[in-house]
């Protein structure tokens, strides 16, 4: 089994920032890709941003291209998500995940808000 812890969030106004982690524990011998997924009252969950934990590729979503970074550190098994110039669009649930390749399930963290205020 995997457990993701994540913390950060909380509410911000339009234009700020904050910062989301996500830390993996567990089984984690197998880590395929990290990410964050996201969703809004009422919308289906989406793509926020990913990265191959081998080659450190990252993916993004086109609403967060260049405002938001995603980072991780191997030792920690922890990813992370910078968010900046927030929009009120921003608000939503974040789901961090761990796909461990091998069509093994993907695990998800329990979320956490991110609010952001016009």
């Known amino acids: 089994q995997v457990q993701l812890v994540e913390s950060g969030g909380g509410l911000v106004q339009t234009g700020g920032s904050l910062g989301l982690s996500c830390a993996a524990s567990g089984r984690t011998f197998m880590m395929h890709d990290m990410g964050w997924f996201r969703q809004a009252p009422g919308k289906e969950r989406e793509f926020v941003a990913s990265?191959?934990?081998?080659?450190?590729?990252?993916a993004y979503a086109d609403s967060v291209k260049g405002r938001f970074t995603m980072s991780k550190d191997n030792v920690r098994n922890t990813v992370y998500l910078q968010m900046n110039s927030l929009k009120s669009e921003d608000t939503a649930v974040y789901y961090c995940?761990?796909?461990?390749?091998?069509?093994?399930?993907?695990?998800w963290g329990q979320g956490t808000q991110v609010t952001v205020s016009s």
């Open positions: 995940y761990l796909n461990p390749g091998g069509g093994i399930r993907e695990y």
């Open positions: 990265i191959n934990w081998s080659t450190s590729k990252i």
